[in-house]
């Protein structure tokens, strides 16, 4: 089967076959590293190597923290304004759609936001130019979301905001092509689409932004606490953690990001060709914002969705179902959808396509 979820998302086949291998027994300590304490050399070895591997794959400086924390993507549209605030009372934002929409509204508890740019207009089809937005010089970053899980917008560049720290939401997309982490004040990203089990959420901060959080900000929130103690400052999600590190082993064996971009291009590529190239398939996205990783879609026909979707299922094309907000299909293709999951999809659209449309 191949599967299309948006998120917890399909992971490769060669990591959950060793994490099964691995399951009972750890490197013949006798434990499965679910049962191993943080503490434990054997787990702090784990958790060093993925951080390391993390690093490298990224391009992550030491001038940043590697933090691995809990509570999702979600818990850091708090976190994020609780930390970088400072003595600052504003922060800019950019709406895009649905996951930006809901970072704003979590600001709102705690700063006066800033809405610079909006998609709304357009319906979130395309990124306003960057030269219309009214970002403000003294706020305290500038917060965006790269890609736009449920409506398939991916920016094709990165926000230039001067000395105002950078905050990305990278949830959908991180790894999935070069970034320069550098640019950037804080990124964060929820493990279940590119990474690993949902819960988990891994956080790159620029050292300098640390130790400005609000007072009244919870321990588990507080980004100097959870670096100081190597992110460990209570149980930290190790079985997660440890499934994070499998995939960094394994996306380096694919030769990093730079080949996960050309194979990400590629699958993207052809499957919006597939639908803008066949008149019973639509994807409302600008081509020049269109996601590698969510390709939503509609058929001519509302009335086909579910005969299509069961169909789909028949064949093991699992997850294509939109998101219930926008209705419609969605095929999310992370790094782990093989090409073939594509080639299968196109295949299947096509024939679906000749006989019902
Ligand atoms: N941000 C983006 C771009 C997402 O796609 C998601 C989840 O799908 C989230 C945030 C929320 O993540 P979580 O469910 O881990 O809180």
Same mark, same amino acid.
């Given at each position: ?18 994490? !099964? ?7 013949? /300590? ?45 818990? !850091? ?15 800019? &934002? ?15 508890? &705690? ?23 009214? $970002? ?51 990124? &964060? ?27 009244? /900000?919870? $321990? ?12 460990? &400052? ?19 064996? !694919? ?42 879609? /509609? ?47 196109? !295949? ?10």
């Amino acid at each position: 089967a191949f599967n299309f979820c948006a998120g917890p998302a399909t992971l490769p086949e060669a990591v959950l076959k060793q994490a !099964q291998e691995e399951m009972l027994d750890w490197r013949g /300590t006798g434990m499965s590293v679910m049962e191993m304490s943080h503490r434990s050399d054997e787990f702090v070895e784990i958790a060093e190597t993925a951080e390391k591997d993390l690093r490298e794959l990224a391009g992550v400086s030491d001038d940043y923290a590697v933090l691995f924390m809990q509570g999702g993507a979600s818990s !850091q549209f708090s976190t994020i304004p609780l930390n970088l605030l400072g003595d600052k009372t504003s922060a800019d &934002y950019v709406n895009t759609g649905i996951w930006s929409k809901k970072a704003i509204a979590e600001a709102k508890r &705690y700063a006066d936001v800033n809405v610079v740019a909006s998609a709304e207009d357009n319906g979130f089809t395309s990124i306003p130019e960057q030269s219309s937005w009214r $970002t403000n010089p003294d706020a305290a970053y500038l917060h965006y979301t790269p890609n736009e899980t449920i409506g398939g917008l991916e920016y094709d560049f990165v926000p230039e905001s001067g000395d105002v720290p950078l905050v990305a939401d990278l949830s959908s997309t991180i790894l999935s092509r070069p970034l320069d982490v550098s640019k950037f004040g804080l990124i &964060y990203a929820g493990a279940q689409k590119n990474i690993g089990p949902s819960g988990l959420v891994v956080v790159f901060v620029r050292k300098d932004l640390l130790g400005k959080a609000r007072k009244e /900000t919870p $321990t588990m929130m507080n980004y100097q606490v959870i670096a100081d103690n190597d992110s460990m &400052y209570n149980t930290p999600a190790t079985y997660s953690w440890y499934l994070a590190g499998l995939v960094f082993k394994w996306l380096k064996a !694919q030769g990093g990001v730079e080949a996960m971009a050309e194979i990400n291009s590629r699958k993207a590529t052809k499957l919006y060709d597939f639908i803008d190239g066949n008149d019973f398939y639509a994807n409302p996205i600008d081509p020049r914002f269109r996601s590698w990783m969510n390709v939503p879609f /509609t058929l001519a026909d509302d009335g086909l969705n579910g005969e299509f979707l069961k169909g789909a299922d028949a064949r093991g094309l699992l997850n294509l179902k939109g998101h219930r907000s926008v209705g419609g299909m969605r095929a999310s293709i992370y790094n782990a959808m093989p090409e073939a999951g594509v080639d299968a999809l196109i !295949q299947y659209m096509t024939e679906f396509a000749r006989e019902r449309g």
